[in-house]
Every structure is written in C-alpha cells, then in structure tokens.
C-alpha cells in the first residue's frame, strides 16, 4: 500500500505509486460505466469478458502500488489516505452492479459496508489517541477473498450459460459467503483491538 514520507513538498506526493493510486480511483466510475453497458448474463460476449478483465486489472493495481512504494522508498501520507479509499470503492461499487444484476443478497452488501463504516469510526478513536493498530491479516485476507468472489462471479456472467458459468457462479458464491464471514471476524477483531480506547481506558 501507498503510506509516509512527505516533507511537505506538494509535489512529493505525485511519486508513481501515488499516481497509480489516483488512476485506479479515477478509473472505478469508468469501470461501472462500462459494466452497466454489458449485457444480460448467461448470453456470453466479449464486452462482458472485458468488464471482468477491467477489474481483476483495478484489483492487480493494489498490488502495483503498493510495490512501487516500498521498492522506491517512496510511502506518502496521502498514500496511506487515499489507497484504502481506493480497495474499499473497487470493492463497494462492484458489490452494488453485482447487487443490481441480482448476483448479491443486499446482506452482502450491508455487512461489508457496516463493517467499513465501524472501522473507520474506531480508526479515527484510537487516532485520537496518538495509536495506530496495525492491519490485521484478517483484514487483508478478507479483501482478497472479496475480490476473488467478485472476479469469479463477473467471469460467470461473462461466459455463455453451461457448465463452467455454473461452476463459476458457485465457486464466487462460496468465496462470497467466505468473504462476509472474513468481514464479519475481522470487524469484531479490530474492535476488540480498540475497545479499551473506545471506553477510555487508554
């Protein structure tokens, strides 16, 4: 991830890792964009194909970025802003065309959103404090099983309706119950973490 060591040059903060951050946020309104423009699962087509590439390219850039500051030396506290807003909105409008095609139990939605919702409010407690709780690897695994789902589950809606759409579609549903499992764990781990801020203990 993109993350600290700006000296308050404003223009430090366009180091490439940063720039590619900036490209993925940008480029999620475009994806959805071209995602609403695919049509009807099941039938199979090329635009459908590249709708699920568009987005195993947005959650590969995590990754891009994330090398590309460690490996320059180059972590930014606008980095370390801006690249979780980055994983949650490649994940949450995703989430809401998988909803609207009727791929997604609205539960699926509200507990990955909730969970957002709740961490950011203790992240900023315990912030207060002057502490950083680290992230969990519970927290990372469950966004990588999110995406997975989600790429599974585009790829099924890709493919014409046969036996690899079906095993797809199961195996994305499977991975999507796995990934609200892992979502649910690591919110109750990380206010766990954090209770003894919350309650003013520390």
Do not use: H
């Not at 900036?22 to 049509?39: H, K, N």
């Not at 087509?45 to 850039?61: D, I, K, P, Q, R």
């Not at 407690?125 to 997975?148: C, D, R, Y």
């Amino acid at each position: 991830m993109s993350g600290a060591t700006s000296k308050g040059d404003a223009s430090s903060i366009w180091t490439p890792a940063n720039i590619v951050t900036c490209v993925r946020v940008a480029a999620v309104p475009l994806w959805l964009l071209v995602a609403e423009m695919s049509p009807v699962a099941g039938l199979g087509s090329g635009w459908s194909l590249g709708v699920f590439l568009f987005f195993v390219a947005l959650s590969l850039t995590d990754k891009l970025d994330g090398y590309l500051a460690r490996s320059r030396n180059e972590v930014t506290t606008f980095g370390k802003f801006l690249d979780p807003i980055a994983d949650k909105l490649v994940v949450v409008v995703a989430l809401c065309f998988l909803l609207e095609r009727g791929e997604v139990s609205s539960w699926v939605l509200l507990v990955i959103v909730a969970r957002e919702f709740l961490v950011s409010g203790l992240r900023m407690v315990v912030a207060s404090s002057g502490t950083v709780i680290a992230a969990s690897s519970l927290g990372k695994g469950k966004t990588a099983v999110t995406m997975v789902a989600i790429s599974a589950l585009l790829l099924a809606m890709a493919l014409p309706t046969g036996g690899a759409a079906e095993a797809f579609e199961l195996l994305g549903q499977v991975l999507m119950v796995a990934a609200v499992v892992l979502t649910a764990w690591s919110g109750i781990d990380y206010f766990v973490k954090a209770w003894s801020y919350v309650v003013g203990e520390r």
